[in-house]
Each structure stands twice: as structure tokens, then as C-alpha cells.
């Protein structure tokens, strides 16, 4: 079956540096991987999105990768601030059909 | 985002019940999505909608009904409550054609006990 996964585990970065989030997927390589954010008590929110060709995209500090031979897609925040912290989500196409598959999210914690 | 609503954003209910959580947007969009999120689990859809005639079933659909009364409104129907059904609900909506991109709604914490 078709499955995201994501770190369950929190991730601790420094204030100032690159936190970087990984998400593998399982099956055939989707037609793109999404990026969300999350804050508590808060709906998921849009970040970006990559297609399968195309290696990497950028929006202000952050980056994500897709790497269909590895299966598996990394988010990249630079000059990490604590603004940054929050959950994080990855979503994949199903390949039957338009809906979405999530991971359960990564917690990035950024530190001062 | 407050162009999708939820409402309530919190209810405790007991085993049995019927309850109706609701969903309102004012983006225009013809796509809507009813979600529940657990611990330690990904975003699970339970029902989605593409328009006012068109409603399909999630993967998690059992024990769950919906209806959209408008396009602009999308409820989740629990017609009688269990305890693990207790979660966190969110309802998400898309643009045809670019339903890669959801837009959520705060959410409904729900408490069945």
C-alpha cells in the first residue's frame, strides 16, 4: 500500500541553523509531494509543493527536494528561527485518484 | 485560515449521540474534504465532496455521513457516537484542477466519552 513516512521524532535545531525534515514514501513515485505546516490547535497550512521532475524548489528560506530514487523528499528551513517551530506534514497523491496521503508530521522545535 | 470555518471548535459528547460538526468557506472553492487527525497518525479522509451533487467516501468513511448543503457548506455527521471516534476533525477545501493545494479549517476537537 501507499504510504508516507516521517520522523515520529522531534527534531531540536539551534537558532541560526538548517533544520532539515525528511519524508519517504513507499510504492510508485507520486506525481508530487506536498510540504504543510502546523501550529497547535491549528489547521495545516500550504507550503510548497514539488513535481516528480523536478529536483528542487526554493521559497525564502526554504527548500524541498525530491529524489525518486531514494523515494523521499527532504524540507529544508535556513537560518532556522523559533517562529519555525511547529509540526511539519508531508503529502503524497494517491496514485489512483486525487486524494491525499499524510504523514503523521515531524515536530521541529527551534531553540534561542 | 478564516476563509474556511469550522464550528463547534470543541465538543465532548457521550457514546450514542448523533452529532454534526460544520464547515462553511467563502473562497469559492468547488472541492470539499472532511479529515480526522489522531496521534502519532497522518490526516485520514473520511469523506470528500467535488460538488453540491458529487459526494465520494474516504478511506475511513464507516460510521460517518456527510452532507453538502451548498458549496460553500460541507457537515460530517456521526449518527452515533463512539469513543474512538474521538479526534481531531478538520475540514479542507481545493480549487478544480488544483486540488493539490487544501485549504483547512481550525479544526473541531471532539471528545466522545
Known amino acids: 500500500s501507499q504510504k508516507i513516512e516521517q520522523n515520529s521524532e522531534a527534531l531540536n535545531i539551534q537558532e541560526g541553523k538548517t533544520a532539515t525534515l525528511t519524508c519517504n514514501y513507499t510504492n510508485y513515485s507520486p506525481a508530487y509531494l506536498q510540504w504543510y505546516r502546523q501550529d497547535p490547535g491549528r489547521g495545516p497550512v500550504f507550503l510548497l509543493l514539488i513535481r516528480e521532475n523536478e529536483k528542487e524548489k526554493r521559497k525564502e528560506r526554504l527548500k524541498v527536494t525530491f529524489d525518486t530514487t531514494l523515494k523521499q523528499s527532504l524540507f529544508h528551513i535556513t537560518a532556522s528561527q523559533p517562529a519555525d517551530s511547529a509540526t511539519y506534514l508531508c503529502a503524497r497523491r494517491r496514485d489512483s485518484n486525487y486524494q491525499l496521503i499524510w504523514g503523521a508530521g515531524t515536530k521541529l522545535i527551534i531553540k534561542p | ?113
Not at chain 2, 474534504?33 to 470528500?48: K, N
Not at chain 2, 467535488?50 to 456521526?78: H, M, P, T, W
Open chain 2, 1 to 113: 485560515d478564516a476563509d474556511v470555518t469550522q464550528t463547534p471548535r470543541n465538543r465532548i459528547t457521550k457514546t450514542g449521540k448523533r452529532i454534526m460538526l460544520e464547515c462553511s468557506q467563502t473562497k469559492g472553492h468547488d472541492r470539499m474534504y472532511w479529515y480526522r487527525q489522531d496521534p502519532g497518525l497522518g490526516l485520514r479522509l473520511i469523506y470528500y465532496s467535488f460538488d453540491v451533487k458529487d459526494i465520494n467516501k474516504g478511506e475511513i468513511s464507516d460510521g460517518y455521513s456527510v452532507s453538502r448543503q451548498a458549496q460553500a457548506k460541507f457537515s460530517l455527521s456521526l449518527e452515533s457516537a463512539i469513543p474512538n471516534q474521538t479526534a481531531l476533525y478538520f475540514c479542507a477545501t481545493s480549487e478544480p484542477g488544483k486540488e493539490e493545494t487544501q485549504y483547512f479549517g481550525p479544526g473541531t476537537r471532539l471528545l466522545v466519552l
